[in-house]
T-cell receptor, first 111, second 115 residues
Framework: SQELEQSPQSLIVQEGKNLTINCTSS?????LYWYKQKYGEGLIFLMM?????EEKSHEKITAKLDEKKQQSSLHITASQPSHAGIYLC???????????FGTGTRLKVLA | DAGVIQSPRHEVTEMGQEVTLRCKPI?????LFWYRQTMMRGLELLIY????????DSGMPEDRFSAKMPNASFSTLKIQPSEPRDSAVYFC?????????????FGPGTRLTVL
């Protein structure tokens, strides 16, 4: 079965610093979703990547899927306290909607 | 749109009691998903429906868990009898097929504590 591993598990950065979160799949990805979760709330969709080498940006967050479609990275530029939360990557195995998710990366941004 | 609505937001019950969690998906969405999130196991898919029909319930942990979707605007997840290990946050999500971004929209979750 397919598994998603995220690294690091947790991250504490000073406001204004850049950071990167990685998501590695045990099998080829056919779609990779990034979500953000704040404590006590549901998951908020950030971005979806489908093609190898694809890169998308939204405000100060950039996500990329590698050419082999087995690893994705999420990069935050000039982090702010509002970026704090849990970031999860998710993917549906091909031909199904049985989404699986990584274990999450807890981000804390110090003001 | 109000988004995916879940109730209750918090539930505290005693072991052995029946628990019913409720979800109202976004209008027009034809897929509905139930997830469970714990520190140990992360976010796990329990069951999903398409057009009110259960498609895959292989993630349902035991026969104590059951889910229904009597119509396009309502779904329930029931645990009977509940056990302390069922304590978790339960999320409902919905999506629409061919919806461009092909993304799921999550509700705020129900935090269940079984004493």
């Amino acid at each position: 079965s397919q598994e998603l591993e995220q690294s690091p598990q947790s991250l504490i950065v000073q406001e204004g610093k850049n950071l990167t979160i990685n998501c590695t799949s045990s099998k080829t990805l056919y779609g990779l979703y990034w979500y953000k979760q704040k404590y006590g709330e549901g998951l908020i969709f950030l971005m979806m990547l489908q093609k190898g080498g694809e890169e998308k940006s939204h405000e100060k967050i950039t996500a990329k899927l590698d050419e082999k479609k087995q690893q994705s990275s999420l990069h935050i530029t000039a982090s702010q306290p509002s970026h704090a939360g849990i970031y999860l990557c998710g993917a549906p195995p091909p031909g199904t909607y049985k989404y699986i998710f990584g274990t999450g990366t807890r981000l804390k941004v110090l003001a | 749109d109000a988004g995916v609505i879940q109730s209750p937001r918090h539930e505290v019950t005693e072991m052995g009691q029946e628990v019913t969690l409720r979800c109202k998906p976004i209008s027009g969405h034809d897929y509905l998903f139930w997830y469970r999130q714990t520190m140990m196991r992360g976010l796990e898919l329990l069951i999903y429906f398409n057009n009110n029909v259960p498609i895959d319930d292989s993630g349902m942990p035991e026969d104590r868990f059951s889910a229904k979707m009597p119509n396009a605007s309502f779904s329930t997840l029931k645990i009977q009898p509940s056990e302390p290990r069922d304590s978790a946050v339960y999320f409902c999500a919905s999506r629409v097929a061919g919806g461009g971004t092909d993304t799921q929209y999550f509700g705020p979750g129900t935090r269940l504590t079984v004493l």
